[in-house]
């Protein structure tokens, strides 16, 4: 995912440690390169210019021009403003499931991010790790192609699967979902909702009116990384509709340019909390902002 930008950052880096002494020229020159990557690697324009901003600032804090090894501090600047970037220092954030069950979670996004997918890889990962029992439920009302797809994957996931009622409407199915998992002893309930192919006022609406029901714990946009700045554009827009809690990026073993991974925090507030990483029922794996960091410097 971050290739070329890992590339195109080391080639900036061997410069400036490439020589004992750096002016403030030079530092600046390396900013620029550094500017350059970054839109390159199709991260969003306002927050290169932040990013940017940040670095220089500490670098002048720091006083890197005098210190012993400066090229290494502009290294070790850049990459605790990376860190920033993606979430900052603490552990990776996870999923807050504690309380009366059942905990609802609220899946959301465009069709095609891989929203079923990862409903259903979320319910493995729940089941194994926190040994927690789920319900899966399909609210795509539309495509019963996707409630059949969902019902597969609650199989390969060895998670429950909230019978398909023909046509029930998604808030009903979300109220039954719920009840379900309280009345079957299921600790959480995953709530995948219809996805569309562009965001319209009936898509939101339907999602809210499900939120709004459901009273999720977790509410998480799934979004396609690979699509770029348009994943980071639906993801300010959902989250200006719709509680969001965090964030999950897909198709992170993808051959893309990375950016949406690097716009996405500072772009909407909200946590990256999982990336998926395979087609598999298995891959998701929890968003750690220091390990991405430490793979995007190489
Ligand atoms: P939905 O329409 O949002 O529910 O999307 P799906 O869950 O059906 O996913 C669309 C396609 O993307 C499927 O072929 C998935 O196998 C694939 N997919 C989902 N997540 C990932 C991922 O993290 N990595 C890869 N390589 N493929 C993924």
Redesign the pocket.
């Known amino acids: 995912m971050f290739d070329a930008l890992t590339e195109r950052l080391s080639g900036v880096f061997d410069k400036l440690t490439g020589r004992g002494a750096l002016s403030e020229k030079d530092v600046d020159a390396a900013l620029r390169e550094i500017r350059v990557a970054l839109l390159e690697a199709d991260v969003a324009l306002p927050v290169v210019k932040d990013f940017v901003k940040t670095v220089k600032e500490r670098a002048v804090g720091e006083d890197v021009i005098r210190a012993v090894a400066p090229g290494q501090q502009v290294i070790k600047i850049v990459h605790d403003a990376l860190v920033g970037l993606l979430g900052g220092e603490g552990e990776p954030e996870g999923l807050s499931l504690t309380g009366e069950p059942p905990i609802v979670i609220l899946m959301a996004?465009l069709?095609?991010?891989?929203?079923?997918?990862?409903s259903a890889k979320l319910a493995r990962r729940i089941q194994t790790r926190d040994k927690k029992k789920v319900l899966l439920a399909s609210l795509d009302t539309r495509r019963p192609a996707?409630m059949e797809?969902l019902q597969q994957m609650a199989e390969q996931a060895e998670a429950g699967f909230l019978p398909i009622v023909q046509g029930q409407g998604a808030v009903d199915i979300a109220k039954r979902a719920v009840q379900a998992g309280r009345l079957q002893g299921y600790d959480v309930v995953i709530l995948d909702t219809a996805?569309r192919t562009s965001i319209d006022e009936d898509l939101m609406a339907e999602a809210k009116a499900i939120s709004d029901v459901s009273n999720p714990r977790e509410t998480l946009l799934?979004a396609d990384a690979l699509t770029g700045q348009d994943a980071v554009e639906t993801a300010r827009r959902f989250n200006e509709r719709l509680p969001l809690t965090g964030l999950v990026l897909?198709?992170?073993?993808?051959d893309g340019r990375g950016g949406a991974a690097l716009s996405m925090r500072h772009v909407t507030g909200l946590p990256i909390k999982f990336v998926?990483?395979?087609?598999k029922v298995d891959?998701l794996d929890a968003f750690d902002a220091k390990r991405m960091a430490g793979r995007i410097l190489g």
């Not at 069709?111 to 990862?118: E, H, L």
């Open positions: 996004g069709q095609g991010s891989g929203k079923t997918t990862t996707a797809q996805g799934v897909t198709r992170m073993d993808g998926g990483v395979s087609e891959g």
